[in-house]
């Protein structure tokens, strides 16, 4: 299983980038998938994450900034994120969960300064 995420950058404090995370098998009958973050000096932190069934978590600090959606025709999750802050600033790795295993795509950095 491969994990192949996009769409890091650099942007200025209250703009907005979308992640996107695609799978290289089926993605509508997994447990979910989701982001992590990890930011310099800090422990690497649960962003966001979607079950199959549609329902999402997000984590407290971007909630009403960060939106988390899936496509399962195109086996995506994407990662809206808007009104972006610098402490947002990380390197974002999105996951795949199924029953029996964990599986990590690459991480994309994603750095917010003027």
């Known amino acids: 299983v491969q994990l192949q995420a996009s769409g890091g950058g650099l942007v200025q404090p209250g703009g907005s980038l979308e992640l996107s995370c695609t799978a290289s098998?089926?993605?509508?009958?997994?447990?979910?998938m989701g982001w992590y973050r990890e930011a310099p000096g800090k422990q690497r932190e649960l962003v966001a994450a979607?079950?199959?069934?549609?329902?999402?978590k997000v984590e407290d600090s971007v909630k009403g900034r960060f939106t988390i959606s899936r496509d399962n025709s195109k086996n995506t999750v994407y990662l809206r994120m808007n009104s972006l802050k610098p402490e947002d600033t990380a390197v974002y790795s999105c996951?795949?969960?199924?029953?029996?295993?964990?599986?990590w795509g690459q991480g994309t950095l994603v750095t917010v300064s003027s």
């Open positions: 979607i079950l199959h069934n549609g329902m999402t």
């Open positions: 996951f795949l969960a199924t029953t029996d295993n964990l599986y």
């Open positions: 098998i089926r993605i509508n009958s997994t447990g979910g």
